[in-house]
């Protein structure tokens, strides 16, 4: 069993930055591959970022490619998203995912463990 727990979202003005953090419980951290998703009101959740076991490959959807970094540090079992340039769209509930593969997909299927979410805000 993995417990992934998010922080870090909270309110901020358009063009701003908030980074947001990934803790997982679990000894294998390396092996599973972590995924960030999103979903804003009344619509569902999307993908956004994933980043394989190593921390050698990352996938960024479109919407977020050249605002946001996905990183991660096994030795402390966290992943971290810093998303700058933020846009009044990136206002959602963030979610991590952790799936018991060590390559990443866009699937949420592909995800086993989840966060509860982090709510990020970002005002006009």
């Known amino acids: 069993q993995v417990q992934l727990v998010e922080s870090g979202g909270g309110l901020v003005q358009a063009g701003g930055s908030l980074r947001l953090s990934c803790a997982a419980s679990?000894?294998?951290?390396?092996?599973?591959?972590v995924g960030w998703f999103r979903q804003a009101p009344g619509k569902e959740r999307e993908f956004v970022v994933a980043i394989s076991g190593s921390g050698g490959s990352t996938y960024y959807a479109d919407s977020v490619k050249g605002r946001f970094t996905i990183s991660r540090d096994n030795a402390k079992n966290t992943v971290n998203l810093q998303m700058n340039s933020l846009k009044p769209e990136d206002t959602a509930v963030y979610y991590c995912?952790?799936?018991?593969?060590?390559?990443?997909?866009?699937?949420?299927?592909?995800?086993?463990?989840w966060g509860q979410g982090t709510q990020v805000t970002v005002s006009s």
């Open positions: 995912a952790a799936g018991t593969h060590p390559q990443y997909s866009d699937y949420e299927g592909w995800y086993d463990y």
């Open positions: 679990g000894r294998t951290f390396s092996t599973y591959a």
